[in-house]
C-alpha cells in the first residue's frame, strides 16, 4: 500500500487487492463514503502476485513476483512498457531511492541498482549478510537506514542504505510483512502476521 499526495492537493491510495490488480483510491470519498468500491479511480488488470508498489515520476512501479517490474499510469492504470528496467525473480519490495537509484527486495537480498543513459538499471550492490526471505521494507532517509522484514528467518534487519551492510537485527516474529517508521514520533510500526499484532519500536 502506498499513500501519496498528488498534484491536484488530493491524498490517493495505492493497493493491491485479493484479486492481484492494483487500485487507486480517493482518500477524501474513502473517508465521506466508507466504502473502496465507492471511491475507486482505477483498478488495474489483474497480475500473477503483486508484493511491492511505489509511485514515483506520475508513475506506479509494481512488484509482481512472477512477472518482475510492472509500470503503470498513475493517472488511467494502463501499463506502460519500459524495456530497460532490472530483471527481477521472486520480488517483493522496491524503492527508489533518488532519479537513478533503485532499492529492491528480491529472494534472499537486497540490491541496489543505478540507471545511466548508456547502459540502463545495472546492479551495483547487494547484501551480503544471511537473509532467509527479503520481504518488505521501509527506508528512512534522517537516518539512511533501511528497515527490512526478514518474513521467514522471524526477524527484522538494519541495515547501512550505503553498502547494505547489517547494523543489527532483533524480534522473534511470525511472520512478519509491513514495516514503516513514523517520521512524526520516530516509532517502528511492525506488523507480524500470524501472532495477530502490530509491535511497536522506540
Not at 488495474?44 to 511491492?52: A, K, R
Not at 532483533?170 to 512524526?184: P, R
Request: net charge negative.
Amino acid at each position: 500500500m502506498k499513500l501519496v499526495n498528488e498534484r491536484d492537493n488530493e491524498e490517493y491510495i495505492y493497493v493491491s487487492n485479493n484479486l492481484n490488480m492494483i487500485l487507486k483510491i480517493k482518500v477524501s470519498d474513502l473517508l465521506q463514503y466508507k466504502q473502496s468500491d465507492k471511491c475507486t479511480v482505477w483498478s488495474s488488470e489483474q497480475f500473477d502476485n503483486v508484493w511491492g508498489i511505489e509511485v514515483f515520476n506520475d508513475k506506479v512501479y509494481a512488484m509482481d513476483y512472477t512477472r518482475g517490474i510492472v509500470i503503470l499510469n498513475c493517472n488511467d492504470g494502463k501499463i506502460q512498457v519500459e524495456n530497460n528496467l532490472p530483471s527481477i525473480a521472486s520480488g517483493y519490495e522496491l524503492k527508489f531511492l533518488s532519479e537513478n537509484e533503485l532499492l529492491i527486495s528480491h529472494g534472499t537480498k537486497l540490491e541496489i541498482f543505478k540507471s545511466s543513459k548508456k547502459h540502463g538499471w545495472k546492479p551495483v550492490r547487494k547484501s551480503t549478510f544471511p537473509i532467509v526471505t527479503a520481504y518488505s521494507l521501509f527506508y528512512e532517509e534522517g537516518s539512511q537506514l533501511i528497515y527490512l522484514s526478514d518474513s521467514s528467518g522471524h526477524q527484522v534487519h538494519v541495515v547501512n542504505r550505503h553498502d547494505l551492510s547489517l547494523v543489527k537485527s532483533f524480534g522473534q516474529f511470525n511472520m512478519n510483512f509491513g514495516i514503516k517508521v513514523d517520521k512524526l514520533s520516530g516509532l517502528l510500526y511492525i506488523c507480524d502476521t500470524c501472532n495477530f499484532t502490530i509491535e511497536v519500536y522506540q
